[in-house]
């Protein structure tokens, strides 16, 4: 805890103890808001990459289960990607037309 706070929760003082709470609690609340967004911007952003490889977006809602991400990483290294695989299609295809 921040020495402040444990200096003023020690303290007789029962408004200094309400006024250190507010801004500790302010504080958290802050903390809890600003990460919880930068969260669900991460996780936007893996959802559009994944369905740029041809995957289902939903995906990345792994992120939200402890080592989830550890498991996607290793699964989208060694898994065939939609992509390229239609890529490679593709290619074969106007291939075979020339």
């Known amino acids: 805890m921040n020495p402040f706070a444990v200096l003023v929760l020690q303290s007789d003082n029962t408004a200094a103890q309400a006024a250190a709470l507010a801004i500790i ?3 958290w609340l802050l903390f809890l ?3 919880l967004l930068i969260a669900a911007f991460l996780i936007y ?3 559009r990459i994944l369905e740029k490889a ?3 977006g939903a995906l990345a809602l792994l992120n939200l289960i402890p080592l989830g991400h550890v498991v996607l990483l290793i699964w989208l290294a060694f ?3 939609p992509v390229l695989q239609r890529a490679n299609t593709g290619t074969q295809a106007m291939t075979a037309v020339r």
């Open 25 to 27: 609690g302010t504080f």
């Open 33 to 35: 808001v600003i990460g």
């Open 45 to 47: 952003c893996l959802w």
């Open 54 to 56: 041809g995957f289902p």
């Open 79 to 81: 898994a065939e990607w």
